[in-house]
Nanobody
C-alpha cells in the first residue's frame, strides 16, 4: 500500500511562487508515472503535470513555462514548482502515482490560493 503526503500549499499573491511536495511511502515501488492534478470549485479535476519513470514530462497548456515538475527518486518524492501564479491557478492540488501494475494512488490534497 502506497501512502502519499502532499505539502507546500498556501496563500500567495498573484505573480508569486509556491513549491508543492509529494512524499510516497509504504510501497517500495518505482512508479510508471507521478503527477499533479488540481480541482477548482465547480470544475472537473484536471491533470496539471506528469513525469514518467523515464523522466519525460508533460504539462497542461495553461501552466507551461510557469510550472516545473520534478522528482527525487532516492527520496521517492515529487515536486511541483509553481511560478508566476495566477488567480486561476487557485485549486486543490492532488498528487497521483501509478505503478507498473496499473494501481493508482492519490494523496489527500493541498489547497493553493492565489489572491491579493
Amino acid at each position: 500500500q502506497v501512502q502519499l503526503v502532499e505539502s507546500g500549499g498556501g496563500l500567495v499573491q498573484p505573480g508569486g511562487s509556491l513549491r508543492l511536495s509529494c512524499a510516497a511511502s509504504g510501497g517500495g515501488f518505482t512508479f510508471r508515472t507521478m503527477g499533479w492534478y488540481r480541482q477548482a470549485p465547480g470544475k472537473q479535476r484536471e491533470l496539471v503535470a506528469v513525469i514518467t519513470w523515464s523522466a519525460s514530462t508533460n504539462y497542461l497548456d495553461s501552466v507551461k513555462g510557469r510550472f516545473t515538475i520534478s522528482r527525487d527518486v532516492a527520496k521517492n518524492t515529487m515536486y511541483l514548482q509553481m511560478n508566476s501564479l495566477k488567480p486561476e491557478d487557485t485549486a486543490f492540488y492532488y498528487c497521483n502515482v501509478e505503478t507498473f501494475s496499473g494501481y493508482k494512488y492519490w494523496g489527500q490534497g493541498t489547497q493553493v490560493t492565489v489572491s491579493s
